[in-house]
């Protein structure tokens, strides 16, 4: 590698000195560069003089959840490959790991939560609910699939990022939507028990699910703007629908307005939305008659609210 050196006066070439951390021109032997850090990966051997090759010498990260912050003891192997003291290593086999069953648990939820592409904070609040389930010594028996699944529905919409029972149900191993339902409002039950007062589950609007949806279908920012905007004002209305059906039938009135030039079918918007078309098609049918004041007047202005199809279609 060529770098400028100020004494010669042209480029030359250096040589790294690894254990002073100096990089040196070749030719003057002036420093160019003092204790400059190697970014390269260091796979220095902590294992024991017997030819090991294993480059780790940490253990999985701190867990505040966990007994002893998820820290442990290892009885290493010996000389050779032998365990050196065997029945050490027995009497830890033995013992067991009193925290297995909630680390699987927590696996489980990172899993899921991955699925999901959840952000940690998500996944934190998962575990933490989960946690005090464990302590109350309530979760023996009970299907885990569906209890973590339940977890992870419950730290979304704590969190105000709410996901669909569908949605979870479609990441959670098998469990069914009505096992799922079940498993919340056990832990609903039981948390209000701990805590001496109902549990906090946050308000669900329309307007939480719009934009993944929107963006699900490909939607352009225009069409997302109007759909956000449409849905703020449908709800001055008694519209006694589900929030997720109010945005799924939303979505279906703005994409026949649009110029797009490959339309949005409703089954599309179903699949998208995990909403069945019979209920979008319902939905829709409340909102129609609403359709000139809920839709804003810098997009109608432009379009004719009469190439929306009838609710009777």
């Not at 339940?150 to 191993?173: D, F, H, L």
């Not at 279908?217 to 001055?236: R, S, Y």
Request: overall charge neutral.
């Amino acid at each position: 590698m060529d770098t400028y050196c100020s004494d010669c006066k042209r480029n030359t070439e250096v040589v790294f000195d690894h254990a002073a951390g100096d990089t040196v021109c070749s030719e003057c032997g002036l420093v160019l560069e003092s204790r400059s850090i190697d970014e390269t990966s260091e796979w220095r051997t902590f294992a024991d003089e017997s030819g090991g090759d294993d480059p780790n010498r940490v253990g999985g990260p701190v867990n505040p959840l966990l007994g002893d912050a998820a820290l442990s003891t290892v009885i290493s192997k010996g000389p050779n490959g032998s365990n050196g003291d065997g029945s050490l290593a027995r009497l830890q086999n033995r013992g067991g790991d009193p925290d297995r069953a909630i680390v699987l648990a927590f696996k489980a939820i990172a899993t899921m939560a991955d699925r999901l592409s959840l952000v940690s904070t998500i996944r934190d609040r998962a575990s933490e609910i989960y946690k005090r389930l464990e302590d109350q010594k309530c979760t023996r028996g009970r299907n885990l699939d569906a209890l973590v699944a339940a977890c992870i529905y419950i730290a979304c919409r704590q969190e105000g990022k709410p996901r669909t029972v569908k949605e979870i149900c479609s990441i959670a191993n098998g469990a069914s939507k009505k096992e799922i339902g079940r498993a919340k409002e056990f832990i609903v039950k039981q948390l209000k028990v701990e805590m001496g007062e109902s549990m906090e589950m946050g308000t669900i609007h329309a307007g939480d699910y719009l934009r993944r949806f929107c963006s699900n279908l490909g939607m352009n920012h225009e069409e997302i703007k109007v759909v956000q905007e449409t849905v703020q004002k449908a709800e001055e209305f008694d519209i006694r629908r589900s929030p997720i059906s109010i945005a799924a039938a939303i979505i279906y009135m703005i994409t026949q307005l649009s110029d797009s030039k490959k339309p949005v079918l409703r089954a599309d918007i179903s699949v998208a939305t995990t909403v069945a078309e019979g209920t979008i098609k319902n939905a829709y049918k409340d909102l129609y008659p609403h359709a000139s004041k809920i839709i804003p007047e810098w997009y109608v202005k432009d379009k004719d609210l009469k190439n929306l199809c009838s609710p009777k279609a």
